[in-house]
């Protein structure tokens, strides 16, 4: 849900970084076909100047998708997860004055559901714990400005102008995407 919407553009500065930004060894969001397909076409650029590929072992790969129930099938044709590259500790379309410099349409599923995340028992939550205090999220890493400050889900989905049905729709058509990465036809 990253972009120039107050909570996100106040995260860096509060937390240390927004979920643009990764520390070593850390990757990025997961793409399918039609995330490479669209922001290719797009920028009219090749999907190698922002696609990485990350090699999974097979119980990576089980435990993968047992946990993102959207993620099944994504793996069909092989265990490598495509995800964006980076550059500088950061996705090569965030832009530390302006956010995402992909317009909101063109940005992968992934990016556009995050933080929110379907369950293996099929609920709707976010990806994160919530610290309750903004100091001890920033020693922790890897929280969520908008979940830190929300008491509740309701809350959460306020601070991105979303709604859970809007949130669940995406959900839809990433798990319709992922089906199709898994077969391996092209958009
Ligand atoms: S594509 Fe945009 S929203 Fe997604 S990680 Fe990169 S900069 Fe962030
Ligand atoms: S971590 Fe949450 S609040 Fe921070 S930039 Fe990402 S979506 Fe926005």
Do not use: N
């Amino acid at each position: 849900m990253t972009g120039p919407g107050s909570v996100c553009a106040r995260c860096p500065k509060l937390l240390g970084a927004s979920c643009c930004e990764v520390k070593p060894g850390e990757h990025l969001a997961t793409l399918t076909r039609a995330d490479v397909a669209r922001i290719r076409d797009h920028l009219r650029r090749a999907a190698h100047t922002f696609v990485d590929e990350e090699v999974l072992s097979d119980a990576e790969v089980r435990d993968y998708e047992a946990r993102r129930p959207l993620y099944r099938g994504y793996f069909r044709r092989g265990p490598v997860r495509w995800t964006l590259r980076q550059h500088d500790g950061a996705c090569v379309f965030h832009d530390r004055a302006r956010g995402c410099v992909l317009p909101v349409e063109v940005r992968p599923l992934a990016c556009r559901l995050y933080p929110f995340e379907q369950f293996p028992d099929g609920s709707w939550s976010v990806q994160m714990g919530r610290h309750g205090d903004i100091a001890a999220a920033q020693r922790a890493g890897g929280a969520c400005l908008a979940v830190e400050e929300a008491t509740d889900m309701d809350e959460v989905l306020a601070a991105f102008g979303t709604t859970r049905d809007e949130v669940e729709r995406l959900g839809a058509e990433l798990a319709e995407a992922v089906s199709e990465h898994g077969r391996g036809r092209e958009r």
